[in-house]
């Protein structure tokens, strides 16, 4: 199946951000998107890379109503010579359809995915920013478009990815986040959505999120839904702690989001002789932890931030400080580690880096 380019004329192509450090995330789009149809009984059918524009939909398509709706996240990299990266793509395409296959919707071939991935990104190169630490973020996203009202997995389907630039995470270094444990609300259950990316868990966690921010916290600890007891998962991104020696994070057991970030920080930490154990870690270890100086550290672990250290806990009532507020030493230094190999700073022993553009034969300034 080929992937047809239809181009934005020059003219009506939109101006570039100018201030990378004002860019943000998940403000600019590029010019193009691409999209392909789903048809029962007909497939996969005219993928296209086209103008960026408003979709049409049926006050009825299904995704309105029933939340079949499904997204990834990954980003494109610019080297030092101008060359783009991707990073580990093929682990958010599996995931994509494996969300798919969850909330009964399509595959989609895997081949076609990476080829509009990589067509799209080299057509919008010029939207890659140039600083350290910005990227071009990309966003698939598969939405029901059968217009029907009545609960039934749809017939017709929507598959899009846009892309915009995003700015450096951390501009001004670290910021270790505070994060406020929920024993009132959950944000997945087991058996349930948790573990795929899918729109209806963003939904779920708004609330528990918003009383967060408006105690001053930056997001949700989330603990498992049937026992409030054990750590699962931090805003949208996996969680790992520090204890003695040892890297811990919960295992994958059903309501937590296999992060491709949480994967290669335990592959990294291993890497680097870090003992990575993965078990269930209840809150109040991690609150006796604190107070006994055993707990060094905590991260978050996310494509957007990659890692993002966590200063302060509150749980009920009180708060408590790790590692004195600061970002700890595993933290900055796993950080560092995937930043270099997703930059093309440094060797990928581990095969990560995907090269999809060649850049210039000399390193920029
Ligand atoms: C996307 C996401 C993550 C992080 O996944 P990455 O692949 O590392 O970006 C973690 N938790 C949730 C709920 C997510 O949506």
Redesign the pocket.
Known sequence: MEIKIRKTPTKERKAKPRDESKLGFGKVVTDHFFNIKYKEGKGWYHPVIEPYRKLQLDPTAMCLHYGQEIFE??KAYRGPKDEIYLFRPM??IK?MNVSAERLCMPQMDEEIFLEAIKKLVILEKEWIPHGEGTSLYIRPTMIATEAALGVHPASEYLFFIVAGSVGAYYPQGFAPTKMYVSEEYS?AVRGGI?HI?AAG??AASLYASRIATNMGYTQVLWLDSSEKRYVE?V????IFFVIGNELITPPLAGS???????NSVITLAKHLKTKVVERPISIDEVIATSKNGSLKEAFA????AVVSPVGHIHFRGKEYSINGGKTGVLAEKLYNEILQIQYGLKADPFGWRVKIFDGKKTARK
Do not use: F, H
């Open positions: 996240g990954l682990e958010n995931r944000r948790g990316k868990n963003y998962e805003g949208t991104s996996n937590i989001l296999p992060g491709v970030t949480r672990s996310g494509t957007a």
